[in-house]
């Protein structure tokens, strides 16, 4: 995601790929029950959050931010955490009291700079920026945001070979979005309560308890993402599905026998069509057709409003629009890979292809596994599925990023807790 902000590259493909099969080792091990030693895992996991502390300072957080200012912050925050992670977590025997505390200020620097980004970035030359905040003020003006236009803020001198007229998202992303400029004039604020809620699920998920450094090290991975900051900036809508994803884990944890959880996982669903293999999924840990209802429920209930407004204008803009998107020569993908060596090009059904095999092959050999078992294979199916799409990004990757936190935060807990939830 450093490399290109998540554009094709020789070296981002490939490190694309390498992360790809470090999945794939770790799901191994995992089969294996072959968990390192608790002492070992926490030390990976601080040097892997040195390395994006000091990746950090190689490139900028944002492409539009204004002033110099908060460059100089961001980069002393993160030389501060370097030297004090360093003193801290990798000690011999870590003083959990001074982990603590490094712990809860980095957590505060790390959502102080993401509310500052709206602030020093008030109008990033990004389509999908202004789409989504000129969509939230015709909603609230009584418009249908499908059939409205918005700015085009490349001013005609680039398209990517498409051109939507009206908000060209499934209506469950536009919900947040338009609260989140209602209450405060930007839907970027919307994106980072999302993460508010991953950060407190990774926590909770990874079991914190006195001594146990791992939750602590699985957020401040996530805030202190190289590319976290500049995912915010831009505005894409991927924050709301880690959002939505973590607010099932969390409920799940809490309150297993609700239909909260299984509703949460329905809003996710409605949130972008890519995310077509969670419902597969779904089956390794809920089989209660109560649930099962609940969340197919919640998903059309995102629908209802715009398909009686006018569900022509829902059907082109807020369905095809995605699935009909070109391909991308410039994306993080295999595809693009291909395109270069021979001038290969795919559309969508490759990736479609690709993810049903991982899908169906992961669904077979983790559904033992409870919790670890379902977030290998989601997160093994969505990397597919990205790696060998006709486009993906630094937002898409974003999104793997988080769902492998979740794959580190219940790595070395002290019990597995989640098995199927059978009809009753």
């Not at 191994?28 to 390192?36: F, G």
């Not at 900028?60 to 980069?75: L, N």
């Not at 919790?371 to 630094?394: D, E, H, K, N, R």
């Amino acid at each position: 995601m450093v490399s290109g902000n998540g554009r094709y590259t020789p070296l981002a493909i490939v490190l694309a790929l390498a992360g790809f099969g470090g999945m794939a080792v770790m799901a191994r091990e995992t089969l294996r029950s072959q968990a390192p030693p608790e002492r070992t895992w926490e030390h990976v996991l601080t040097v892997s959050l040195l390395l994006c502390l000091i990746l950090g300072l190689t490139t900028p957080p944002g492409s539009f931010v204004q002033g110099a200012a908060y460059r100089v912050v961001q980069a002393l925050v993160n030389l501060v955490l370097i030297g004090a992670v360093s003193r801290t977590f990798l000690r011999r025997v870590p003083v959990f009291s001074s982990c603590r505390a490094v712990f809860f200020a980095a957590v505060a620097a790390g959502f102080a700079l993401r509310l500052a980004m709206p602030v020093v970035s008030p109008s990033p030359v990004i389509d999908v920026f202004a789409q989504f905040q000129e969509s939230a003020q015709h909603l609230l003006d009584g418009l249908n945001p499908y059939t409205v236009p918005f700015s085009d803020v490349y001013r005609g001198a680039r398209d990517y070979g498409y051109r939507t007229f009206g908000y060209a998202y499934l209506p469950a992303n536009i919900l947040p979005q338009t609260v989140s400029y209602w209450l405060t004039g930007d839907i970027r604020y919307g994106c980072i309560a999302a993460e508010a809620i991953v950060a407190v699920a990774l926590y909770r998920t990874a079991r914190p308890a006195p001594g146990r450094l791992a939750p602590m090290l699985v957020v401040l991975l996530f805030l202190f993402h190289p590319r976290g900051l500049y995912v915010i900036e831009q505005a894409w809508t991927e924050p709301f599905i880690a959002g939505a994803f973590a607010l099932f884990l969390w409920l799940r944890d809490r309150t297993p026998a609700s239909l909260w959880p299984a509703a949460a996982y329905g809003y996710m669903l409605s949130l972008k069509q890519y995310l077509v293999y969670f419902v597969l999924h779904l089956f390794m840990i809920e089989r209660r057709p109560k649930a099962l209802a609940a969340a197919a429920a919640t998903g059309f209930l995102t629908l209802v409003p715009f398909l009686v407004w006018n569900p022509a204008s829902l059907f082109t803009y807020g369905v095809m629009f995605q699935l009909e998107t070109p391909f991308r020569p410039d994306g993080l993908t295999v595809v693009a890979l291909l395109y270069r060596l021979f001038g290969f090009t795919a559309g969508k059904w490759l990736a479609a292809l690709v993810g049903l095999g991982v899908g169906v092959y992961t669904y077979w050999r983790f559904i033992a596994l409870g919790l670890p078992g379902y977030l290998l294979a989601v997160t093994l199916t969505t990397y597919a599925i990205f790696l060998f799409g006709s486009q993906a990004f630094c937002n898409y990757y974003y999104l793997v990023s988080v769902l492998c936190l979740f794959v580190m935060a219940v790595h070395d807990r002290p019990k597995v807790s989640w098995t199927i939830v059978a009809a009753r």
